[in-house]
């Protein structure tokens, strides 16, 4: 099995002065056998967390990108610009994003393509609501994310975020996990055939110090997504830690 990897979400939190303080503080402590670690600061962070972590064992991501290299976008940011602050993965399609701005699933895509053409990993983010994960129409929904979010030949890392698991203290069960998981590697596997196999699935959702070893621990799981809890040093590390066990 391969190294896990544990990725913080910062969404829109940090200035110049805890940002600096928090990676100081991960970095001093990270496990020699850790799992692979990055963190998704917001761009301003990005120029400052280059130079500090520069040469270090964590690794330093970004929470989206545009489709196109360049161009009349105002307000965006491309994965090409990214690469140039020693950015090696992206967060692409999270539901914040999705929800919150009308992210579709061709244009995860299109970042995603994007992302990998800049030399990025994407982390590309699928997941179901409260409501069709109780009227079970869930798996429909997370195989047409997957089929429409995820190029053909993708190469980066799938991220299970089911939404009424986000930022609610409350995680999906082991169970849930367990079962999900399954039906996404028979899914990657049904599209993507034997590359399918290989592609990384992560869990995020309301994962914290206490349950990471759980959830880390379920077959299929390959690391976690971290949003909250990523902003703690200590809740942080304690979770790679979990992982460097599983
Ligand atoms: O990207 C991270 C996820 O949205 C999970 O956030 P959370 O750990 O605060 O629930």
Redesign the pocket.
């Given at each position: 099995m391969s190294r896990q990897l544990i990725a913080g979400?910062w969404?829109m939190n940090g200035t110049r002065q805890n940002a600096q303080g928090l990676a100081q503080a991960l970095v001093a402590r990270l496990p020699a056998d850790a799992a692979d670690v990055v963190v998704c600061p917001p761009f301003t962070l990005l120029p400052l967390l280059a130079d500090s972590l520069a040469g270090t064992a964590l690794a330093l991501g970004a929470q989206d990108c545009h489709k196109a290299p360049s161009g009349a976008y105002t307000g965006d940011i491309s994965a090409t610009m990214l690469g140039e602050f020693g950015v090696s993965y992206v967060?692409l399609g999270?539901?914040?994003r999705r929800q919150g701005h009308g992210e579709l699933d061709d244009t995860v895509r299109e970042k995603a393509i994007a992302a990998t053409k800049a030399g990025l990993t994407p982390i590309v983010?699928i997941g179901e609501t409260e409501d069709q994960r109780e009227s079970g129409d869930y798996t429909d929904v997370l195989g047409w994310q997957i089929k429409g979010s995820l190029p053909d030949n993708f190469a980066g890392v799938l991220?299970y975020?089911p939404i009424w698991?986000?930022?609610?203290g409350l995680a999906a069960t082991t169970e849930q996990i367990a079962q999900t998981m399954l039906f996404l590697r028979e899914e990657l596997v049904r599209q993507f055939g034997e590359a399918g196999k290989a592609i990384k699935i992560l869990y995020?959702?309301?994962?914290n110090a206490d349950n990471a070893a759980a959830i880390l621990g379920i077959p299929e799981v390959g690391g976690a997504?971290?949003?909250?809890?990523?902003l703690d040093a200590d809740a942080f590390l304690s979770i790679v830690s979990a992982a460097s066990a599983a």
């Open positions: 979400n969404k967060i999270h539901s914040e983010c991220a975020e698991a986000i930022g609610t995020g959702g309301s994962v997504l971290v949003g909250g809890a990523s």
